[in-house]
């Protein structure tokens, strides 16, 4: 099993540009979610899909969409890159929630 | 905003040492999970606690919960270099069982 792929690794991005952060499960999760982490701040939800075709905010949404059109693949879309878009960013999904969640590698992403 | 808060922020020990962790939070929880992140990596899994439970082991780990005082604690036992990582705990809330997390704890296990 390959778990929680997440590409890329890095980017570095211009302020404006758009981009696509890719998330893939083969563990049949429904449950799948993204998060950012800051230095010292830890993780916050960013959006979130608890099935194919089912998508949801989480707690700093703004400046990105997603979408579920399949139970694998659940990208995040960077609309027009900021400076405060710079951070980490991790993907991971779970069986509905109940057992705990796998988390990608991660995608650390600089926008200059 | 942050559900759980974890103390200490850095923990600094011997190996062969016990290393324990706490984790606060706010709100009536469906279970409470405690994460390890070694450094430039992602998260895994360590353990899960259901609101209904007062204490889980596995392996080194011991994880208590306390409801009534909104509180859980990570105990490690005989602590190694390997150890040496982030420990984060996140809590499940609500019905879309998504995870909120704590800033983490820093721990650093000395050879």
């Known amino acids: 099993n390959a778990g929680v792929t997440q590409t890329p690794k890095f980017q570095v991005l211009k302020t404006g540009q758009s981009m696509t952060l890719q998330c893939a499960q083969d563990?049949?999760?429904?449950?799948m979610s993204w998060y950012r982490q800051d230095p010292g701040m830890g993780l916050r939800l960013i959006h979130y899909?608890?099935?194919?075709?089912?998508?949801d905010q989480g707690e700093v949404p703004n400046g990105y969409n997603v979408s579920r059109s399949t139970t694998e693949d659940f990208p995040l879309r960077l609309l027009s890159a900021a400076p405060s878009q710079t951070s980490v960013y991790f993907c991971?999904?779970?069986?509905?929630?109940?057992?705990?969640?796998?988390f990608g590698s991660g995608t650390r992403l600089t926008v200059v | 905003s942050q559900q759980g808060e974890e103390d200490p922020q850095a923990l600094s020990i011997q190996e062969g040492e016990n290393a324990t962790m706490n984790c606060s939070y706010k709100?009536?929880?469906?279970?409470l999970q405690w994460y390890r992140q070694n450094s430039g990596r992602g998260l895994v899994h360590l353990i899960l606690?259901?609101?209904?439970?007062r204490e889980k082991h596995s392996g080194r780990l011991r994880v208590t919960l306390d409801t009534s005082k909104k509180s859980s604690s990570l105990l490690i036992t005989a602590s190694r270099a390997a150890d040496t990582a982030s420990y984060f705990c996140?809590?499940?809330?609500?019905?879309?069982?998504?995870?909120?997390f704590g800033s983490g704890t820093q721990l650093t296990v000395l050879p």
């Open positions: 996140a809590t499940d809330a609500g019905s879309a069982r998504q995870l909120t």
């Open positions: 991971a999904s779970s069986y509905r929630g109940i057992d705990g969640y796998t």
């Open positions: 563990m049949n999760h429904e449950y």
């Open positions: 899909s608890v099935g194919a075709g089912i998508t």
């Open positions: 606690i259901r609101s209904n439970e």
């Open positions: 709100t009536s929880i469906n279970n």
